[in-house]
C-alpha cells in the first residue's frame, strides 16, 4: 500500500505496511483523513470499487465512488488501493476486558459464582482498558464488542457495549449496562458432584428460581409506586394539615432494581439456550414477564427453527465451532446460520471467547461455506450486530455520520489469509501493535 | 525368560494392533480426475488425475494410464490433498486421557481406551482428516503409549488402527503435571520436581537394563543358577525409549524447558522426535532445528494460562524459516475439524506458501508419527488417503467434499444422513 503524505505525519510507508511510530493514540483526530482508491464494502448499500472514504473528528463524513467524492485540501490522503475497507467488526459476546489468564484465577474478574442471581454486577465496574488482549483483538479488525460476564449464573449481571480503543474504561464503555444475559442452558446448575449439590442443581430450580426473582422485582416495583404515590398526596396536603404523614421509602434493594429496566422492556435480555426443550422453557419464562429479548446460541435447536423464526427476534448463533451432537451430522452447527437465515431470521455472530476474538470472522466466513451468503455473513458481524443492539445509528457500516471504526485490509475480510494493514477507531489509526507483535519483532531480529 | 524372550513378548503385547486385519477395498481401482492436485512434494497439477490400485497410489498427472475398469471420480475441477494428518489428538479415549495417579506412567497403553465409535473420530473425518495420533494427557512428566489411527469410522476396532505404525510415547513438563501432583501434596510441584522426576525415572531404567544385561550375559555363559530379575512393564517402556524404539513427543511450552528436555535427551541417549505446543518455540528455533526436533503447534491459540502468555501467532512460521519442521495439530475434537483453516493462518502470519501451509497439516505431522513413508503427500507407492475439497482448501472457505482413506470413500458430504458409506446409524 502506497501512502501519500499531505502532512508530516507519524506514519511512514515501510515495506508496504503501515507503522505508526506512536505508542499511544494521537490527540482526537481534526484534520481529514481520506482513504483513496480501495474497495469499499460499505455493508450498507453494496460494494463500491474504487472509492473514497472521508472521516473528521471521529466520525465518517463521506463515503462513494472516487469520481463523486470532493477531497478537502487539507486531508491527510492515504492511498488504499489494492485494499478492500469495511466497517470495524463487531463481536455480540465475548469476555475481553474480565480475564488475562484463566488459569491465573487473580487475573479473572469473570463470574460472581456465589448466587445464581446476579442482575446488580456490572461489567463496567471489572472491565480492564490495559488488557493486553485489546490490542491483540482490534488488530484484526474488532472494533466493539458486547462484553459479558461468564455464563455460569443463570443471571450474572449485565453487559456492556464497549469501543476497543480508548485511554481509560470510562471512555471506551459506551453503553455502561446495555442488556443481561439469562442463561438457561443446564450449565448454571450447581450440580458438579453430588456431595457439593445445592440449590438449583436442576432446571426445576433454576426456573423457579428465576420466577421468584422476577416476582420480588414487581413487588419491589409496586413498593416503590406506592411509596410514590403516597408521597405525592402528603406533598398535596398543607403543611398544616393534622392528616399529613411523610410516607417512609422501602429498602433500596440493588439486586430486585437492576431487574426493573428488564421488567419494564426497556433493554433486552439475552436469552441463552442450546437445546430445543430449553429454549421453550427460556423464552416461556420471559414471555411470563413480558420480557424483551434476543436468542443466544441456540446450536441443537435445528428441530425448532420455524417457531424460532416466529419469535422474530435477533439469534446470536452458536458458536458455529459448536460441537454437534452425536446423533447430529458433523455440519448441524455449521449451517444453522444459513438455516435461520432463510427462515428470515436477523443473524449475528459472537466469539464467545477472550484471547481468540480476532478469530470473530472467519466464523463468519466459514458459515457461508455452509450456505450463508457472502453480504449476510459481513452483515452479522457488523450492521445486524449493531442494529441488535441499538447502535446502528452509530456503527456498523460505511455511512456519512456514523463513529468512524473502518478497517484497511488486503482482502476479504471473512478470509483467515487476509492481513489487516489499519484500523481506525473514532477515526484515529489505531497503532498497530501488540504484546504479541512486539515479541514478534523481538525474536525475529535475534 | 532371556531378555529376548521378554521382549518378544511384550513387544507382542504392544504391537498385535498394527497387525489388524484390514477390509477389503470396496474398490481396487480408482481415478480421481479433473482436480487440482496439490501433491505437498512436488508442486500443483492443474486439471490433474490420481490412480489409485489396491488402495495405494498408483500414477499421479495430467494424464493416467488406468484400466477403462477403474471407477471414475470426477472432481470437477475441485482441489485434491492429502488426506489431513493430526499429530496430537486426544479424541477417541473416552476422557481416559490421563492416568493421573503417579507422575510416570510409561505403562498405560491407549489403545487399551481407544473408542473406535467415538462420533468425534467421524467429525475429524468430514473435515480431512485421515490420521490422528492419540495421546496420553500431559498430567504425567512421562505419560501411557500412544495410537495411531485412520478415520475409517463404521468399521470394526482394528480395522481403525494404522498398520506399521511405529509406537510413541508422550512425555509433559511445566505447569501441567505440577498442577495436577502439586495439588496433591505430591512430587512434583515444581519444575524442578518435574525434571527430578523425570531423571530418576530414566535413571531407573538404565539400572532395569544393566540388570537384564547382567543377567543375559550369565545365561549366555553358561551359569544355570541364575535367576532371571523381575519383569517391569514401566521399565520395560522406559527401556524402549532409551533403546530408541519410541517416538518420544513431548508436551512442552516454553523456551527454558525445550532446552532442558533436549539437555535430559542428550543426558540418557534418546532422541526427541517432536515438541508439543511449543509454543515458545520461535525462541528457539535454532537449537530445535540444530536437534532435528520438530514442533506440533496451535496456529494462534495463546494466553489460557501462564506458559502460553508468550504464544504468537507467527511461531509456527517463524521456527519453520529456522529449519524446524512444524505442524499444526488440534488437542481438540474441535479444531480436528478445520485443521486446514488452522494451517491457512500461517499464510497470514508469517507468509508461509501454501505448499509450505499444507504441509503443516500432511507431511510435517506424518512425520512426527513417523508415517510419513505411508501418508502426507501426494506420491507414488503412497497410502490414497486423499481429500476433495469444496472451496479452496487453505482459506475460510475449505470444507471437505470427498474424504478417501486407502482408496476407499469414507466420508461424502453429498450423501444425506451422516455422509457415510460405511456407516449407517444404529449398525
Same mark, same amino acid.
Not at chain 1, 472494533?143 to 469501543?163: E, M, R, Y
Not at chain 1, 414487581?218 to 402528603?234: F, G, L, V
Given at each position: 500500500?502506497?501512502?501519500?503524505?499531505?502532512?508530516?505525519?507519524?506514519?511512514?510507508?515501510?515495506?508496504?505496511?503501515?507503522?505508526?511510530?506512536?505508542?499511544?493514540?494521537?490527540?482526537?483526530?481534526?484534520?481529514?483523513?481520506?482513504?483513496?482508491?480501495?474497495?469499499?464494502?460499505?455493508?450498507?448499500?453494496?460494494?463500491?470499487?474504487?472509492? #473514497?472514504?472521508?472521516?473528521?473528528?471521529?466520525?465518517?463524513?463521506?463515503?462513494?465512488?472516487?469520481?463523486?467524492?470532493?477531497?478537502?485540501?487539507?486531508?491527510?490522503?492515504?492511498?488504499?488501493?489494492?485494499?478492500?475497507?469495511?466497517?470495524?467488526?463487531?463481536?455480540?459476546?465475548?469476555?475481553?476486558?474480565?480475564?488475562?489468564?484463566?488459569?491465573?484465577?487473580?487475573?479473572?474478574?469473570?463470574?460472581?459464582?456465589?448466587?445464581?442471581?446476579?442482575?446488580?454486577?456490572? #461489567?463496567?465496574?471489572?472491565?480492564?482498558?490495559?488488557?493486553?488482549?485489546?490490542?491483540?483483538?482490534?488488530?484484526?479488525?474488532?472494533?466493539?464488542?458486547?462484553?459479558?460476564?461468564?455464563?455460569?449464573?443463570?443471571?450474572?449481571?449485565?453487559?456492556?457495549?464497549?469501543?476497543?480503543?480508548?485511554?481509560?474504561?470510562?471512555?471506551?464503555? &459506551?453503553?455502561?449496562?446495555?442488556?443481561?444475559?439469562?442463561?438457561?442452558?443446564?450449565?448454571?446448575?450447581?450440580?458438579?458432584?453430588?456431595?457439593?449439590?445445592?440449590?438449583?442443581?436442576?432446571?426445576?430450580?433454576?426456573?423457579?428460581?428465576?420466577?421468584?426473582?422476577?416476582?420480588?422485582?414487581?413487588?419491589?416495583?409496586?413498593?416503590?409506586?406506592? !411509596?410514590?404515590?403516597?408521597?405525592?398526596?402528603?406533598?398535596?396536603?398543607?403543611?398544616?394539615?393534622?392528616?399529613?404523614?411523610?410516607?417512609?421509602?422501602?429498602?433500596?434493594?440493588?439486586?430486585?432494581?437492576?431487574?426493573?429496566?428488564?421488567?419494564?422492556?426497556?433493554?433486552?435480555?439475552?436469552?441463552?439456550?442450546?437445546?430445543?426443550?430449553? &429454549?421453550?422453557?427460556?423464552?416461556?419464562?420471559?414471555?411470563?414477564?413480558?420480557?424483551?429479548?434476543?436468542?443466544?446460541?441456540?446450536?441443537?435447536?435445528?428441530?425448532?427453527?420455524?417457531?424460532?423464526?416466529?419469535?422474530?427476534?435477533?439469534?446470536?448463533?452458536?458458536?458455529?465451532?459448536?460441537?454437534?451432537?452425536?446423533?447430529?451430522?458433523?455440519?448441524? #452447527?455449521?449451517?444453522?446460520?444459513?438455516?435461520?437465515?432463510?427462515?428470515?431470521?436477523?443473524?449475528?455472530?459472537?466469539?464467545?471467547?477472550?484471547?481468540?476474538?480476532?478469530?470473530?470472522?472467519?466464523?463468519?466466513?466459514?458459515?457461508?461455506?455452509?450456505?450463508?451468503? !457472502?453480504?449476510?455473513? &459481513?452483515?452479522?458481524?457488523?450492521?445486524?450486530?449493531?442494529?441488535?443492539?441499538?447502535?446502528?445509528?452509530?456503527?456498523?457500516?460505511?455511512?456519512?455520520?456514523?463513529?468512524?471504526?473502518?478497517?484497511?485490509?488486503?482482502?476479504?475480510?471473512?478470509?483467515?489469509?487476509?492481513?489487516?494493514?489499519?484500523?481506525?477507531?473514532?477515526?484515529?489509526?489505531?497503532?498497530?501493535?501488540?504484546?504479541?507483535?512486539?515479541?514478534?519483532?523481538?525474536?525475529?531480529?535475534? | 525368560?532371556?531378555?529376548?524372550?521378554?521382549?518378544?513378548?511384550?513387544?507382542?503385547?504392544?504391537?498385535?494392533?498394527?497387525?489388524?486385519?484390514?477390509?477389503?477395498?470396496?474398490?481396487?481401482?480408482?481415478?480421481?480426475?479433473?482436480?487440482?492436485?496439490?501433491?505437498?512434494?512436488?508442486?500443483?497439477?492443474?486439471?490433474?488425475?490420481?490412480?489409485?490400485?489396491?488402495?495405494?497410489?498408483?500414477?499421479?498427472?495430467?494424464?493416467?494410464?488406468?484400466?477403462?475398469?477403474?471407477?471414475?471420480?470426477?472432481?470437477?475441477?475441485?482441489?485434491?490433498?492429502?488426506?489431513?494428518?493430526?499429530?496430537?489428538?486426544?479424541?477417541?479415549?473416552?476422557?481416559?486421557?490421563?492416568?493421573?495417579?503417579?507422575?510416570?506412567?510409561?505403562?498405560?497403553?491407549?489403545? *487399551?481406551?481407544?473408542?473406535?465409535?467415538?462420533?468425534?473420530?467421524?467429525?475429524?473425518?468430514? +473435515?480431512?482428516?485421515?490420521?490422528?495420533?492419540?495421546?496420553?494427557?500431559?498430567?504425567?512428566?512421562? +505419560?501411557?503409549?500412544?495410537?495411531?489411527?485412520?478415520?475409517?469410522?463404521?468399521?470394526?476396532? *482394528?480395522?481403525?488402527?494404522?498398520?506399521?505404525?511405529?509406537?510413541?510415547?508422550?512425555?509433559?513438563?511445566?505447569?501441567?503435571?505440577?498442577?495436577?501432583?502439586?495439588?496433591?501434596?505430591?512430587?512434583?510441584?515444581?519444575?524442578?520436581?518435574?525434571?527430578?522426576?523425570?531423571?530418576?525415572?530414566?535413571?531407573?531404567?538404565?539400572?532395569?537394563?544393566?540388570?537384564?544385561?547382567?543377567?543375559?550375559?550369565?545365561?549366555?555363559?553358561?551359569?544355570?543358577?541364575?535367576?532371571?530379575?523381575?519383569? *517391569?512393564?514401566?521399565?520395560?517402556?522406559?527401556?524402549?525409549?532409551?533403546?530408541?524404539?519410541?517416538?518420544?513427543?513431548?508436551?512442552?511450552?516454553?523456551?527454558?524447558?525445550?532446552?532442558?528436555?533436549?539437555?535430559?535427551?542428550?543426558?540418557?541417549?534418546?532422541?526427541?522426535?517432536?515438541?508439543?505446543?511449543?509454543?515458545?518455540?520461535?525462541?528457539?528455533?535454532?537449537?530445535?532445528?540444530?536437534?532435528?526436533?520438530?514442533?506440533?503447534?496451535?496456529?494462534?491459540?495463546?494466553?489460557?494460562?501462564?506458559?502460553?502468555?508468550?504464544?504468537?501467532?507467527?511461531?509456527?512460521?517463524?521456527?519453520?524459516?529456522?529449519?524446524?519442521?512444524?505442524?499444526?495439530?488440534?488437542?481438540?475434537?474441535?479444531?480436528?475439524?478445520?485443521?486446514?483453516?488452522?494451517?491457512?493462518?500461517?499464510?497470514?502470519?508469517?507468509?508461509?506458501?501454501?505448499?509450505?501451509?499444507?504441509?503443516?497439516?500432511?507431511?510435517?505431522?506424518?512425520?512426527?508419527?513417523?508415517?510419513?513413508?505411508?501418508?502426507?503427500?501426494?506420491?507414488?507407492?503412497?497410502?490414497?488417503?486423499?481429500?476433495?475439497?469444496?472451496?479452496?482448501?487453505?482459506?475460510?472457505?475449505?470444507?471437505?467434499?470427498?474424504?478417501?482413506? *486407502?482408496?476407499?470413500?469414507?466420508?461424502?458430504?453429498?450423501?444425506? +444422513?451422516?455422509?457415510?458409506?460405511?456407516?449407517?446409524?444404529?449398525?
Amino acid at each position: 500500500m502506497k501512502i501519500v503524505e499531505h502532512v508530516v505525519g507519524c506514519w511512514l510507508p515501510v515495506v508496504g505496511l503501515f507503522i505508526c511510530g506512536c505508542a499511544i493514540l494521537a490527540p482526537a483526530q481534526q484534520k481529514p483523513i481520506a482513504l483513496k482508491g480501495g474497495k469499499l464494502l460499505t455493508v450498507s448499500h453494496g460494494t463500491v470499487e474504487n472509492g #473514497v472514504l472521508l472521516m473528521q473528528n471521529g466520525k465518517i463524513t463521506a463515503v462513494g465512488a472516487a469520481s463523486s467524492i470532493k477531497i478537502p485540501k487539507d486531508a491527510r490522503v492515504i492511498d488504499v488501493t489494492g485494499m478492500t475497507v469495511y466497517p470495524g467488526l463487531i463481536d455480540s459476546e465475548d469476555n475481553l476486558g474480565l480475564t488475562e489468564i484463566p488459569a491465573e484465577r487473580s487475573t479473572n474478574d469473570l463470574i460472581e459464582a456465589s448466587d445464581e442471581i446476579m442482575p446488580h454486577m456490572h #461489567v463496567y465496574d471489572a472491565f480492564h482498558a490495559e488488557s493486553e488482549l485489546i490490542p491483540v483483538t482490534r488488530l484484526n479488525g474488532v472494533t466493539n464488542a458486547i462484553v459479558a460476564p461468564d455464563n455460569k449464573d443463570t443471571l450474572p449481571g449485565q453487559d456492556s457495549f464497549v469501543q476497543l480503543a480508548g485511554k481509560s474504561t470510562e471512555e471506551m464503555v &459506551l453503553v455502561r449496562d446495555i442488556a443481561m444475559p439469562l442463561n438457561f442452558t443446564g450449565e448454571q446448575r450447581r450440580n458438579e458432584s453430588f456431595d457439593k449439590q445445592k440449590f438449583p442443581s436442576t432446571r426445576m430450580g433454576m426456573a423457579a428460581q428465576l420466577r421468584q426473582s422476577f416476582l420480588d422485582a414487581q413487588d419491589y416495583a409496586q413498593h416503590w409506586a406506592d !411509596y410514590e404515590k403516597k408521597k405525592s398526596e402528603a406533598a398535596q396536603k398543607s403543611n398544616d394539615d393534622k392528616d399529613k404523614k411523610t410516607p417512609t421509602p422501602p429498602k433500596r434493594d440493588l439486586k430486585l432494581e437492576a431487574l426493573l429496566p428488564y421488567l419494564q422492556g426497556k433493554r433486552p435480555i439475552v436469552l441463552a439456550a442450546q437445546e430445543a426443550n430449553d &429454549l421453550q422453557t427460556a423464552v416461556s419464562l420471559a414471555r411470563e414477564f413480558n420480557l424483551k429479548f434476543v436468542l443466544n446460541h441456540i446450536s441443537h435447536s435445528q428441530s425448532v427453527l420455524d417457531y424460532v423464526a416466529g419469535l422474530k427476534v435477533p439469534v446470536i448463533v452458536g458458536s458455529i465451532y459448536e460441537d454437534p451432537k452425536p446423533y447430529e451430522r458433523y455440519d448441524t #452447527v455449521y449451517s444453522l446460520p444459513a438455516q435461520l437465515y432463510r427462515r428470515g431470521v436477523k443473524v449475528v455472530f459472537a466469539s464467545y471467547e477472550a484471547h481468540n476474538v480476532r478469530n470473530l470472522p472467519y466464523q463468519a466466513g466459514y458459515a457461508t461455506a455452509f450456505g450463508l451468503p !457472502y453480504d449476510e455473513a &459481513l452483515k452479522a458481524i457488523t450492521l445486524n450486530a449493531a442494529e441488535t443492539w441499538g447502535m446502528a445509528d452509530q456503527l456498523g457500516s460505511l455511512d456519512a455520520g456514523k463513529t468512524a471504526n473502518v478497517v484497511v485490509a488486503n482482502g476479504d475480510p471473512l478470509d483467515v489469509r487476509t492481513d489487516v494493514k489499519q484500523v481506525f477507531i473514532a477515526g484515529q489509526d489505531i497503532p498497530m501493535t501488540s504484546r504479541q507483535t512486539r515479541l514478534r519483532d523481538q525474536y525475529a531480529a535475534q | 525368560m532371556n531378555r529376548t524372550a521378554t521382549r518378544t513378548a511384550l513387544l507382542f503385547a504392544l504391537s498385535a494392533f498394527t497387525q489388524a486385519q484390514q477390509p477389503p477395498a470396496a474398490h481396487n481401482e480408482v481415478v480421481i480426475k479433473n482436480a487440482v492436485v496439490m501433491t505437498v512434494t512436488h508442486g500443483v497439477i492443474q486439471n490433474g488425475s490420481v490412480y489409485i490400485k489396491d488402495g495405494k497410489i498408483a500414477a499421479i498427472g495430467k494424464d493416467v494410464n488406468a484400466p477403462s475398469s477403474a471407477t471414475v471420480v470426477d472432481a470437477g475441477g475441485k482441489y485434491l490433498t492429502p488426506g489431513v494428518v493430526d499429530s496430537h489428538s486426544h479424541i477417541a479415549l473416552d476422557d481416559d486421557v490421563n492416568e493421573a495417579t503417579s507422575p510416570v506412567t510409561p505403562q498405560m497403553m491407549m489403545i *487399551d481406551a481407544f473408542d473406535y465409535q467415538d462420533k468425534a473420530i467421524y467429525r475429524g473425518l468430514a +473435515g480431512g482428516v485421515t490420521t490422528s495420533l492419540l495421546l496420553h494427557g500431559s498430567a504425567n512428566m512421562i +505419560g501411557g503409549q500412544a495410537v495411531v489411527i485412520k478415520h475409517k469410522y463404521g468399521l470394526n476396532r *482394528d480395522a481403525l488402527l494404522f498398520p506399521g505404525a511405529p509406537r510413541s510415547i508422550k512425555f509433559a513438563s511445566g505447569e501441567n503435571p505440577k498442577r495436577v501432583y502439586g495439588g496433591k501434596d505430591q512430587l512434583p510441584s515444581t519444575r524442578m520436581g518435574n525434571f527430578a522426576v523425570q531423571r530418576e525415572a530414566l535413571t531407573q531404567a538404565q539400572d532395569y537394563m544393566r540388570e537384564w544385561d547382567e543377567y543375559n550375559a550369565k545365561v549366555k555363559k553358561g551359569d544355570k543358577d541364575v535367576s532371571a530379575p523381575k519383569r *517391569d512393564l514401566k521399565m520395560e517402556a522406559l527401556a524402549d525409549v532409551l533403546r530408541g524404539n519410541l517416538l518420544v513427543q513431548i508436551h512442552c511450552y516454553r523456551a527454558d524447558e525445550l532446552l532442558t528436555e533436549m539437555a535430559i535427551a542428550k543426558e540418557f541417549g534418546y532422541k526427541v522426535r517432536a515438541f508439543h505446543h511449543a509454543l515458545e518455540a520461535y525462541k528457539v528455533a535454532d537449537q530445535l532445528a540444530a536437534n532435528n526436533v520438530a514442533i506440533a503447534t496451535f496456529s494462534d491459540w495463546w494466553g489460557y494460562k501462564q506458559e502460553a502468555w508468550d504464544a504468537i501467532p507467527w511461531n509456527a512460521v517463524m521456527s519453520m524459516r529456522k529449519g524446524v519442521r512444524v505442524a499444526i495439530k488440534s488437542d481438540s475434537g474441535d479444531f480436528a475439524r478445520r485443521l486446514n483453516q488452522e494451517a491457512a493462518k500461517s499464510i497470514r502470519y508469517g507468509g508461509a506458501t501454501d505448499e509450505e501451509a499444507l504441509k503443516m497439516i500432511t507431511l510435517n505431522p506424518a512425520w512426527i508419527i513417523g508415517v510419513d513413508d505411508k501418508v502426507g503427500s501426494i506420491d507414488v507407492g503412497k497410502d490414497a488417503d486423499l481429500v476433495i475439497w469444496d472451496g479452496y482448501p487453505l482459506s475460510s472457505y475449505g470444507v471437505p467434499s470427498k474424504v478417501f482413506i *486407502d482408496g476407499d470413500i469414507y466420508f461424502d458430504r453429498s450423501l444425506p +444422513g451422516f455422509g457415510m458409506p460405511h456407516y449407517s446409524e444404529g449398525q
